[in-house]
Every structure is written in C-alpha cells, then in structure tokens.
C-alpha cells in the first residue's frame, strides 16, 4: 500500500500564491519506475478535474485553466510532488488531490486525501 500526503493548502487572496506538497509513503518500493504524479481538483457539485501531471520520464500535462499560472515538479528520490500556484483566482477555489498512478502488471491508482485551497476575491 501506498499512502500521499498533501499539505500546503489554506486561504490566500487573489493574485496570491499558494505552494502545495505531496509525499509518498508506504510501499514505495512497490511504485512502478515508469510513473505519473499530478494534482486534481474538485468543488461541490462538480467532477473531479486534472490540474497538472507528470510523468516519469518527465513529460509534463497542465489544465488550459492554469498553464502559465501553475508549475508541477517533483522529486523522484523522495516521492514527492509539489504544485507551486501564483495568480490564484477565485475559481481555483476547490479541494485538490494529489494522485499517482503506475503499473505493475496491473494498474495502480491511489489518492491522497485532499487539501482546501481558498481563493478570495
């Protein structure tokens, strides 16, 4: 098992900015060398939606509602995965989730267990 940490969230005005953390944990051995961290997010009513991605090796995906606003990153010897978020707007408002997927034979997916982002206007 495998178990993601986020923190970092919490209230921020808009045109802040707001860095968000995530840890793996757990059976980190297990963890596939090909893999993907990334960050989602999800407000009441609505579906959970990709925010940004990446990828062992290094390819990375962001939402059109955040490129040029939002950088992923990550540490590949720790198992951690930041999202660095400036020019907040209100409409990013939402719980974001860290993610991971890989593949060992089969597909693993494991979420952590969200953290509040706030933007006020």
């Known amino acids: 098992q495998v178990q993601l940490v986020e923190s970092g969230g919490g209230l921020v005005q808009a045109g802040g900015s707001l860095r968000l953390s995530c840890a793996a944990s757990g059976s980190i051995g297990s963890i596939g060398s090909i893999n993907t961290m990334g960050w989602y997010r999800q407000v009441p009513g609505k579906e959970r939606e990709l925010v940004a991605t990446?990828?062992?090796?290094?390819?990375?995906n962001y939402a059109d509602s955040v490129k040029g606003r939002f950088t992923i990153s990550r540490d590949n010897a720790k198992s951690m995965v930041w999202l660095q978020m400036n020019s907040l707007k209100p409409e990013d408002t939402a719980v974001y989730y860290c993610?991971?997927?890989?593949?060992?034979?089969?597909?693993?997916?494991?979420w952590g267990q969200g953290t509040q982002v706030t933007v006020s206007s």
């Open positions: 993610n991971l997927v890989f593949y060992r034979a089969v597909r693993y997916e494991y």
């Open positions: 990446i990828t062992i090796p290094g390819r990375i």
